[in-house]
């Protein structure tokens, strides 16, 4: 079965400061790959997703994500973070042999201070 | 404004009781989800459903039952609730099984 590692269950960053979110997955020929964000007190939003094509992707809000294959992880970064950045990210892999259900890592809370 | 509708907000409720969560989509996606979040364990899926008439088994469905009459709506079903079962309850929804998923805002359940 598909497993998700979020290595980092928070990260504490400074406001303009860079920071990068770990996530690896176990072993598999085809994946989709994505992030959620998820507010306090609400559902999981869509982030990033990498399905085909360039392995960089990125958000409207200055995240990116690369896909590394031969690595398998998928780390977000964002080169200058907002205090509205916090929140917690959630890594989630789609196993096309698994039927495409939706496997999530166990979160990463991002608290980003003044 | 389109999107999941769940409900209740929260609720609590007594170890043996019955309770059905429900959720209801009107962006016409084919497949729907419930998962439940847990601190630590990210979100696991509970069942899902990847059109209306069918339901799957996801990681953790024991005390669980769905039915997915129609394209809108997927209940979620605790026959007989134990406190094990307090929890954040998301349901999802997504044109396809590949397709990026939407989010609710969860249901907050407490089991006492």
């Known amino acids: 079965a598909q497993s998700v590692t979020q290595l980092d269950s928070q990260v504490p960053v400074f406001e303009e400061a860079p920071v990068e979110l770990r996530c690896n997955y176990s072993?598999?020929?085809?994946?989709?790959l994505f992030w959620y964000v998820q507010y306090p007190n609400q559902g999981l939003q869509l982030l990033l997703k990498?399905?085909?094509?360039?392995?960089l992707v990125e958000s409207i809000n200055g995240f990116e994500a690369e896909f590394n294959k031969s690595q398998t992880s998928f780390h977000l970064r964002k080169p200058s973070v907002h205090i509205s950045d916090t929140a917690e990210y959630f890594c989630?892999?789609?196993?096309?042999?698994?039927?495409?259900?939706?496997?999530f890592g166990g979160g990463t809370r991002v608290l980003v201070k003044p | 404004i389109a999107g999941i509708t769940q409900a209740p907000t929260s609720q609590i409720l007594a170890a043996g009781r019955r309770m059905t969560l429900r959720c209801t989509q009107d962006?016409?996606?084919?497949?729907m989800y419930w998962y439940r979040q847990d601190l630590g364990l990210g979100l696991r899926l509970i069942h899902y459903?990847?059109?209306?008439?069918?339901?799957g088994k996801g990681e953790v469905p024991d005390g669980y039952s769905v039915s997915r009459a129609n394209t809108d709506d997927f209940p979620l079903t605790l026959a007989s609730a134990v406190p094990s079962q307090t929890s954040v309850y998301f349901c999802?929804?997504?044109?396809?099984?590949?397709?990026?998923?939407?989010f609710g805002d969860g249901t907050r359940l407490s089991i006492l």
């Open positions: 999802a929804s997504s044109v396809g099984p590949e397709q990026p998923q939407h």
């Open positions: 072993s598999s020929v085809s994946v989709y």
């Open positions: 990498y399905l085909s094509g360039s392995t």
């Open positions: 989630a892999v789609s196993d096309k042999a698994a039927g495409n259900k939706l496997t």
């Open positions: 962006m016409r996606h084919n497949a």
């Open positions: 459903s990847n059109t209306a008439g069918t339901t």
